[in-house]
């Protein structure tokens, strides 16, 4: 990376990059316990869980305050005014995410006793996909990598095929046993929230190409 | 050099081919080649000492002042070579005006800097249709509403940016084809700034403007196309948009986003 003549350009690009990168990293750690939910059930960490959604509001506000400090200084153009364009819509992007995360925790709080016939982790394993694919992304941002964001895009179109074998695994469920469809329509539900944060994932991959190549994919 | 971009298509004003510029045994341009588009600002942007200011002065042919200065290969405006041997100078830079960083009004009053052009050129029959011309260029330049009253003031008495609008004035008077700014604004506070540049948005629905300028966010707003020099040579021109949100060339955006190279 060639350098700015003026050292505290760099440093104010660099830092926001690392806002961003600190961010990500709290955005793993949520998902990863709101999915890890789906599987144990132990309830007692919905207040961590929900202390970690305020930091990563408050990430973002900082994320978005600091970028738009930085442009109103330097005035950047080409592949910095990128960067920082897209640090912005990242950020946004990762708070949404963070969104999607509360709401698969407040629905097994909601789901409660999980029915004793409901044998299938197929949506643990949906759960898996997306967190594997959630870190690719980030990965992809800190190595400004062409080729792991297309590894993103393409991962989520095996993503979205879970799904929907998810879904349709449920619908039986629910014609099976319907004393529990309210159960089963959590799940579903929670299954769409990871296809969700699946598809940002893919948004934050696509920007990452902005950021790098300079073209609207 | 490469063109970048899609350049809308346009009547092509003035074609630079092959220019090659000499001050004594210095080369200061490396056979520049590229086209400006009629009644567009083309903004021309590079380090200081890169020709940018030599390159303006081949098109009015300013640059025959110097004694050491030598201009070779073919400057075209609208398809006829400036430097054949049957143009005559002086009218050429009737048609292509000139103005210069520094506003460098005539030390008479502000209706004479402007009547000083139509005046040598006869383009006035009557003192009528001469204060006409002086009454209609200070509207183009977006000075008349300021001046009206004052017309027999000096125009050294104007602040900086009514001067250089002063300057745009005398420019347009003598109805030119082609205005060139040389750093119009370097010398003048944003507000100043911001009227001329307002003003250039203006006169490109009747003027081709060819601009230099250090300051890339100028280019950006007030031009269509850009051409980058570097050293002496045009390393990159093409739509304004494209040089400053996704340049070829590594020359250009290390320039523009100020990083060393
Ligand atoms: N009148 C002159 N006599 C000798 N050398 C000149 C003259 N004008 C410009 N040069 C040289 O030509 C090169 C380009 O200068 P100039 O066109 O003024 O660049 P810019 O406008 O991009 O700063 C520089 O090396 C400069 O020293
Ligand atoms: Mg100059």
Redesign the pocket.
């Known amino acids: 990376m060639d350098k700015h003549i003026v050292t505290s350009y760099d440093n104010d690009l660099e830092y926001i990059k690392i806002l961003i990168i600190e961010m990500g990293v709290l955005l793993e750690k949520q998902t990863f316990e709101a999915i890890e939910l789906i599987k144990l059930h132990n309830l007692k960490i919905m207040p961590t869980i929900r202390e970690t959604e305020k930091k990563i509001n408050s990430a973002e506000k900082r994320i978005r305050e600091y970028s738009t400090n930085t442009l109103t200084k330097r005035q950047p153009l080409a592949d910095d005014l990128r960067k920082i364009i897209v640090s912005i819509k990242i950020a946004s992007t990762l708070e949404r995410i963070g969104d999607h995360a509360e709401n698969i925790a407040n629905r097994i709080e909601q789901a409660k006793i999980v029915p004793t016939n409901y044998l299938t982790d197929s949506i643990y394993r949906l759960g898996q996909s997306v967190i594997k694919n959630l870190s690719q992304a980030l990965t992809a941002y800190d190595q400004n990598s062409i080729t792991l964001s297309k590894n993103v895009s393409l991962e989520d179109k095996k993503i979205d095929l879970l799904y929907e074998t998810c879904f349709r695994e449920h619908l039986v469920l629910m014609m099976e046993d319907n004393k529990n469809i309210s159960y089963f329509t959590q799940m579903l539900f929670i299954a769409k929230e990871l296809e969700r944060i699946g598809d940002l994932c893919k948004n934050i991959a696509k920007e990452v190409s902005y950021s790098v190549e300079g073209k609207i994919s | 050099m490469k063109k970048s971009g899609n350049l809308m298509s346009s009547k092509i004003k003035i074609s630079s081919k092959d220019v090659s510029?000499f001050?004594?045994q210095?080369k200061?341009?490396n056979n520049i080649t590229f086209d400006i588009d009629e009644k567009k600002v083309t903004s021309?942007i590079?380090?200081?000492?890169?020709?940018?200011?030599?390159?303006?002065?081949c098109l009015n042919r300013m640059n025959d002042t110097?004694d050491?200065?030598k201009v070779k290969g073919k400057v075209l405006i609208d398809n006829e070579d400036i430097y054949a041997p049957n143009v005559d100078p002086v009218l050429l830079r009737a048609r292509v005006g000139m103005v210069f960083q520094k506003p460098n009004p005539f030390p008479k009053s502000i209706f004479d800097n402007v009547a000083y052009g139509p005046s040598i050129h006869g383009l006035a029959s009557s003192k009528d249709e001469l204060e006409n011309i002086v009454l209609t260029s200070l509207q183009r330049a977006g000075l008349y509403k300021e001046v009206k009253n004052r017309l027999s003031e000096t125009g050294t008495s104007l602040s900086g940016g009514q001067q250089q609008r002063l300057c745009i004035a005398r420019a347009i008077a003598v109805s030119p084809e082609i205005i060139l700014m040389?750093e119009p604004c370097s010398a003048l506070d944003p507000i100043a700034t911001a009227i001329v540049e307002e003003l250039i948005d203006e006169l490109v629905k009747n003027y081709t403007i060819v601009i230099?300028t250090h300051s890339m966010q100028q280019a950006a707003r007030v031009s269509q196309n850009t051409a980058f020099?570097h050293m002496?040579n045009l390393i990159e021109f093409g739509s304004t948009q494209k040089i400053f949100s996704t340049p070829q060339f590594k020359q250009t955006q290390d320039y523009i986003t100020g990083k060393i190279g």
């Open positions: 510029v001050y004594s210095n200061a341009l021309l590079g380090p200081s000492g890169c020709g940018k200011s030599t390159f303006l002065r110097i050491i200065c040389d230099v020099f002496g």
